[in-house]
């Protein structure tokens, strides 16, 4: 027998909004089940139409605001929504920080953890900062067109101001996409696997102003390659790389792994906390500068470096954490499992002179068993993994290495829970977690924790 929800399809019902989810609905509760409604906000009483409902919860659609909320502005473009740009521009930019502060103090309760959470550290201007954007080139009304992709869609909605991107970089998608519209080169077809242009990639340094242009494209063979090299450096002299990058897949995945160059370097130029870094196509690279020195800065402080340590930065990428905390400590050894990564990290101490870093490819976990063998004295682990957190191995090589301290720099709160959780076996502890806001106006949330022993 189907036990039967307290709401059915279709069913319209006058709701409060209780809470917001991680990804920035707002929850009504019918009787203990909940309801998910984008748009809304705690504390706003609603008209809503239930749209779907499953065994332990559902989704309804905003009909009418009945009461708002204080904390309500008003949205910019509901584009922005539609796509999942920016899920929280409705909701005022003091109360995203403290959505963000209250989501980790949720899901720290959850695991039974007693962490003070701090308020967030959010920007002066929460708008215009990604200083990377990878648009999707589609053939909408036969012509190469540039947009986003609507929330768990493959369709297109074109679009010209992102928002939350640097406005720089919206132009330059704008000069790309005209001169692929000049030449007549097709976009993707995901379809049928056809046509030329898949991604537009830009970058642009923050300080350096340099530019990148990347186009993603399913074959080498692109005809008037030289004139659209000529019309981007005519229109956008700061771009110093113009680049071609195969994917000629049937994926998800933006990026191929082959790429050529066509002007310039292969690589943009910026600076992070005072070092220069030279970022390939295909590096990682944090893509809201301003905070990423408030980030990086936060993780230093809570390291409490004197000069005399030895640390170890798991997960090091190009060396950007590394290479800002060689300044502070005595040697610092980085590992990271792709070696074209490790490569970069590699020129970027060279490029800033920096002697006490050493690099290494592998996976963090053997590395640091390694270390262990050959007695490394590490006084500082510092990790910085993706959102899937830290791996059980990795955990386990924490107990066999056990450095005093851990500082763990989170990109996903509920993984950041489970691994403080885990790591509380072998006698860590966290007396605060700081959250800064890298990605404004989105449900994404970093945070900087240190643990001792």
């Known amino acids: 027998m189907v036990a039967k929800t307290p709401v059915v399809k279709n069913q319209e019902l006058e709701v409060e909004i209780e809470d917001l989810t991680y990804q920035g609905m707002g929850v009504a509760k019918i009787d203990g089940y909940p309801l998910f409604i984008e748009d809304t906000l705690p504390g706003e009483k609603a008209l809503v139409h239930v749209l779907k409902t499953e065994k332990q919860y559902g989704f309804a659609k905003l009909k009418k605001l009945e009461q708002t909320s204080p904390d309500r502005v008003l949205a910019v473009d509901h584009t922005y929504t539609q796509t999942g740009i920016a899920p929280l521009q409705h909701l005022a930019y003091p109360a995203q920080l403290k959505f963000k502060q209250h989501q980790i103090q949720e899901l720290f309760k959850k695991q039974g953890l007693h962490i003070p959470v701090r308020p967030t550290l959010g920007m002066d201007n929460p708008t215009g900062y990604r200083n990377k954007a990878q648009i999707p ?89 030289d004139d659209i090299v000529a019309g981007i450096q005519a229109a956008l002299p700061e771009v110093s790389s113009i680049m071609l990058n195969l994917n000629d897949k049937r994926t998800n995945v933006i990026l191929g792994k082959k790429t050529r160059l066509l002007a310039g370097h ?3 130029t910026d600076q ?69 990564a490790v490569g970069d990290a590699r020129d970027n101490a060279k490029l800033n002179g920096i002697t006490n870093v050493t690099f290494t490819v592998g996976k963090a976990e053997d590395a640091m068993q390694q270390w262990q063998q050959e007695e490394l004295p590490v006084d500082v682990l510092m990790v910085d993994p993706p959102r899937k957190g830290l791996a059980k191995e990795f955990i386990a090589a924490v107990g066999v290495l056990l450095p005093p301290k851990l500082v763990y720099v989170s990109c996903n709160p509920a993984t950041l829970a489970r691994d403080i959780k885990a790591l509380e076996a072998f006698g860590y502890h966290a007396a605060q977690t700081q959250p800064v806001d890298m990605f404004p106006q989105t449900t994404s949330i970093e945070s900087v924790t240190a643990l001792t022993r």
């Open 266 to 268: 292969s690589y943009l």
């Open 272 to 340: 992070l906390l005072g070092n220069t870094f030279h970022i390939s196509p295909l590096s990682f690279y944090q893509v809201n500068p301003l905070q990423t020195e408030v980030l990086y800065s936060q993780a230093i402080e809570a390291a409490g470096l004197t000069g005399k340590e030895t640390v170890i930065d798991a997960y090091s990428g190009i060396g950007t954490i590394s290479l800002a905390m060689a300044k502070h400590a005595k040697q610092v050894y980085g590992v990271e499992i792709v070696p074209e």
């Open 137 to 225: 080139v589609r053939q909408i009304n036969g012509q190469a067109t540039t947009g986003f992709f609507k929330r768990r869609s493959h369709e297109l909605v074109p679009l010209e101001d992102f928002y939350i991107q640097d406005p720089k970089i919206d132009a330059a998608v704008i000069v790309v996409r005209d001169l692929l519209r000049k030449y007549h080169l097709t976009g993707y077809d995901e379809q049928a696997n056809s046509g030329l242009v898949r991604h537009i990639m830009v970058r642009r340094g923050y300080y350096s102003k340099d530019m990148m242009i990347v186009l993603v494209v399913t074959s080498w063979a692109v005809p008037h390659q």
